[in-house]
């Protein structure tokens, strides 16, 4: 069964940094685009961040660049978003999000169950 | 960036009616490709987004065939033959054709 599992959402001051992780099965992770798109309470959605199969290219919503970092690890197939500088507005469910195709993102195909990010002091 | 925008934000429907839902983007979704990355994504209470349509019309493994999906360059439309009480939910139309992607608002299907 094709499956992501995300972790590592919390509670985090203004200012302050978390990294998120998506753990993938079912699929060859190393194959496919991955994505974080987030959801602030209430809200629709919202794209943060694309990274090809290899790693090699990744985009970010204006938003997020200079702050958040995405990377894999398709040894462990695993995905991460690494978040600095949070502001209030970060706060949300981030949810790890397959591109469909093997050759780069359509439509994202499956997605995780999400983690919230609550971003106070 | 392309701005989707989705009118109305609610469709009140009555059970085994048909439902129809607008999207329409600021600029024209055909890629250099000659492709249309345009989706749809339904979202359940509590629970996330699903897809439902990719590339404007074709349905993902296991959606019912009552969703159905048209359109071309800036205008598209889901549809729902007969609307089922497991049709509540939000739903997203999702540009994929460059960078931002971008989400309509979305529509809350609403049953009367």
């Known amino acids: 069964e094709v499956q992501l599992l995300e972790s590592g959402g919390g509670l985090v001051q203004p200012g302050g940094s978390l990294r998120l992780s998506c753990e993938a099965s079912g699929f060859t992770f190393s194959s496919y685009a991955m994505s974080w798109v987030r959801q602030a309470p209430g809200k629709g959605l919202e794209w943060v961040s694309t990274?090809?199969?290899?790693?090699?290219?990744?985009n970010y919503a204006d938003s997020v660049t200079g702050r958040f970092t995405i990377s894999r690890d398709n040894s462990k197939n695993t995905l991460y978003l690494q978040m600095n500088s949070l502001r209030a507005e970060d706060t949300a469910v981030y949810y790890c999000a397959k591109g469909r195709l093997l050759s780069g993102v359509d439509a994202f195909d499956i997605w995780g169950q999400g983690t919230m990010v609550t971003v106070s002091s | 960036d392309i701005v989707m925008t989705q009118t109305p934000l609610s469709s009140p429907v009555t059970l085994g009616q048909p439902a129809s839902i607008p999207c329409r983007s600021s600029?024209?979704?055909?890629?250099?490709?000659?492709?249309?990355?345009l989706s749809w994504l339904q979202q359940r209470p509590g629970q996330p987004p699903r897809l439902l349509i990719y590339?404007?019309?074709n349905r993902f493994s296991g959606v019912p065939d009552r969703f159905s999906g048209s359109g071309a360059g800036t205008d598209f439309t889901l549809k729902i033959s007969r609307v089922e009480a497991e049709d509540v939910g939000v739903y997203y139309c999702m540009q994929a054709t460059q960078f931002p992607y971008t989400f309509g608002q979305g529509t809350k299907l609403e049953i009367k």
């Open positions: 990274i090809s199969g290899s790693g090699g290219r990744s």
């Open positions: 600029q024209s979704l055909v890629h250099s490709d000659g492709n249309t990355y």
């Open positions: 590339k404007i019309s």
